[in-house]
C-alpha cells in the first residue's frame, strides 16, 4: 500500500489559512486511489473532511468545510492538498491524509470510508 507523509500543519489565528499536502511514497502512486483528508482531536471521533476522485474531477466535502476548504491532487507529484481558507477555532484538529477503497463520494461524510491513513499533521487555530 501507499505510504502517506502529510506536512503543512501549524499553527494559526482565526480567519487565516493554511495548505496542507500529502506525499506518497516513492515508488508507489497515489494515482489510482480515491484520496482525501480526515481529522481527529482527542475529544472528539475521527470525522471525514474532503475527498476527491483518482482524477481530480470531483471533489466531495463534509458539510462544515464546503465553501473553505479545496481538496485537489497532482498525480504526476504524486501529491494531495488541502488549502484551508477562514479558519475556525473548531478546526482545530489532526489532520490525516487517507486513502480510499469504498465509495468516495460518501468519504468525506463518513471517515469509515477510506481505508488508512498516515501519520497525520497538527492544525491549531486561535482566536
Known amino acids: 500500500q501507499v505510504q502517506l507523509t502529510e506536512a503543512g500543519g501549524g499553527p494559526v489565528q482565526a480567519g487565516g489559512s493554511l495548505r496542507l499536502l500529502c506525499l506518497g511514497s516513492f515508488g508507489s502512486s497515489i494515482s489510482n486511489y480515491c484520496m482525501g483528508w480526515l481529522r481527529q482531536t482527542p475529544e472528539k471521533d475521527r470525522e471525514g473532511v474532503a475527498s476527491?476522485?483518482?482524477?481530480?474531477?470531483?471533489?466531495y466535502y463534509a458539510d462544515f468545510v464546503k465553501g473553505r476548504f479545496t481538496i485537489s491532487r497532482d498525480n504526476i507529484k504524486n501529491t494531495l492538498y488541502l488549502q484551508m481558507t477562514n479558519l475556525k477555532p473548531e478546526d482545530t484538529s489532526k489532520y490525516y491524509c487517507?486513502?480510499?477503497?469504498?465509495?468516495?463520494?460518501?468519504?468525506?461524510?463518513?471517515?469509515?470510508?477510506?481505508?488508512?491513513w498516515g501519520q497525520g499533521t497538527e492544525v491549531s487555530v486561535s482566536s
Open positions: 487517507a486513502v480510499s477503497r469504498g465509495v468516495c463520494a460518501r468519504a468525506a461524510q463518513d471517515y469509515r470510508e477510506f481505508s488508512y
Open positions: 476527491i476522485t483518482t482524477d481530480g474531477r470531483l471533489t
